[in-house]
């Protein structure tokens, strides 16, 4: 095996910089998404601020979808409702006749639309009262994510959907991207939600993903209808 690690400590302004690694056609590649060189000593892919790591010895198929990594971490296990952060969307999701302006993303493995944790993954149809979306319920360790309102993200994320979906017309007006690491990096996976005016994707992007006997889940939830 083969490791890069970058460390960054202070950084001066520059004009024109770029963070990461590329290969030969680009067949493997990263770019650090910052907005501002000088914040690169703040942010991290392995909860230790300033440090980048990326196992670099093979060719890896799995890697080439992933959209870029947060700079936005959340690096400590949520252990209750009380601890998740709302993050707010400009645009709203579209989900299955809802609409949603608010995430709560948590550290096992799933997303959700109002504040929500359970740390042993439920299987789906979980008849639950929350929206639920699951690249991989399980216990992992930290969560990168970011949200991308402008810039070539948008572009990228519409080529993406138009090869599934030729049949619809549209602009992308977001990007929301959560990338989950386990602590040893040996499990890594990512959801993209693509939110356009009247419709509304999801990419689940995986990476190298670990045996394990542990419960997990994958795939999504809607939640039951409400009854009067």
Sequence with gaps: MSFALLHYDVITPAQSVESGFDTINSTNFFSIPVSDIENLPQTSNVDIIGRWVFRVDHVSGNNAPFYPVGY?????????????????????FLYFGHKYNNIYVNNNGYLTFEPFYESLPKAFPANSTRDIIAPLWAKFGSIS?????????????????????PQFGFSVYTVFIATWNSPN?????????????????????????SSTDQRFQVGQNKNLPKRH
């Design 72 to 92: 936005q971490d959340s690096q400590d296990p949520c252990q209750s409702n009380t601890n998740l952060t709302a993050l707010h969307l400009q645009y709203p």
């Design 145 to 165: 994510y970011c949200i991308v309102t402008q810039g070539h993200i948008l572009d990228r994320a519409r080529n993406d959907i138009k090869q599934y979906f």
């Design 185 to 209: 990096m040996e499990s890594s996976f990512q959801v993209v939600l693509v939110i356009c005016s009247t419709l509304s994707f999801v990419i689940m992007n995986y990476g190298n993903i």
